[in-house]
């Protein structure tokens, strides 16, 4: 059973920088081994993929590849999401979410466990 917090989001100008984090409670099996991911939904649209991380490293979606960094601290059973030149298009609330099969996955569907959501809003 995993637990997922997420913070840092909030409202930016567009071109500026936020840190998502998404702290981890887990039981029974070490945060190490799970697969992280974040994914977005704006307002009317379907939740889609922004980025993932696991023991093989870390993975993208083309439309934020150069601005977003994954990354995780084990040690802390923290994952964030660097976000740097933010745009408009950007906005949505931000999710994350952790798979048991340690492998880099696209699909919300391979993820058992969601956090709540954090809410990043870029003005233009």
């Known amino acids: 059973q995993v637990q997922l917090v997420e913070s840092g989001g909030g409202l930016v100008q567009a071109g500026g920088s936020l840190r998502l984090s998404c702290a981890a409670s887990?039981?029974?099996?070490?945060?190490?081994?799970?697969?992280m991911g974040w994914f977005r939904q704006a307002p009317g649209k379907e939740r889609e993929f922004v980025a993932a991380?696991?023991?093989?490293?870390?993975s993208t979606t083309d439309s934020v590849k150069g601005r977003f960094t994954i990354s995780r601290d084990n040690a802390k059973n923290t994952v964030y999401l660097q976000m740097n030149s933010l745009k408009p298009e950007d906005t949505a609330a931000y999710y994350c979410?952790?798979?048991?099969?340690?492998?880099?996955?696209?699909?919300?569907?391979?993820?058992?466990?969601w956090g709540q959501g954090t809410q990043v809003t870029v003005s233009s």
């Open positions: 887990a039981s029974g099996r070490p945060f190490s081994r799970y697969a």
């Open positions: 991380i696991s023991w093989s490293g870390g």
């Open positions: 979410a952790a798979a048991v099969d340690n492998f880099l996955f696209r699909s919300a569907e391979k993820y058992a466990y």
